[in-house]
């Protein structure tokens, strides 16, 4: 059973960056899909980004493409989400988890099993 912990949350100006890392324990990644995912105080968890471990094949949400890159590390079994030119809109808790999604449900929430604790992410100035 692999277990995630996240980390790099906290308080970010508007523009600047941070770098969220998702760590498994427990297992490898193997096969799995590794996504990060949000949830702002009063909306909806949403899909964020995903990256296939054994592939590299990845996806964006459209509101963070261009600025969030996730990538992976197989020696540290380790997933990153790089955030840059971050907004207020960007504020929320983020959490990461995995799951054997097909391709074509790759960014529904309930396709994923195993969810980390959650990192916030405050964007303000």
């Known amino acids: 059973q692999v277990q995630l912990v996240e980390s790099g949350g906290g308080l970010v100006q508007p523009g600047l960056s941070l770098k969220l890392s998702c760590a498994a324990t427990?297992?490898?990644?193997?096969?799995?899909?590794v996504g990060w995912f949000r949830q702002a105080p009063g909306k909806e968890r949403e899909f964020v980004a995903t990256?296939?471990?054994?592939?590299?094949?990845?996806v964006y949400a459209d509101s963070v493409k261009g600025r969030f890159t996730i990538a992976r590390d197989k020696p540290k079994n380790t997933v990153y989400l790089e955030m840059n030119s971050l907004t207020p809109e960007d504020t929320a808790l983020y959490y990461c988890?995995?799951?054997?999604?097909?391709?074509?449900?790759?960014?529904?929430?309930?396709?994923?099993?195993?969810w980390g604790q959650g990192t916030q992410v405050t964007v303000s100035s």
């Open positions: 988890a995995v799951g054997s999604p097909i391709i074509s449900a790759i960014t529904r929430s309930d396709m994923y099993h195993t």
């Open positions: 427990g297992r490898t990644f193997n096969n799995l899909a």
């Open positions: 990256v296939r471990w054994s592939s590299g094949y990845t």
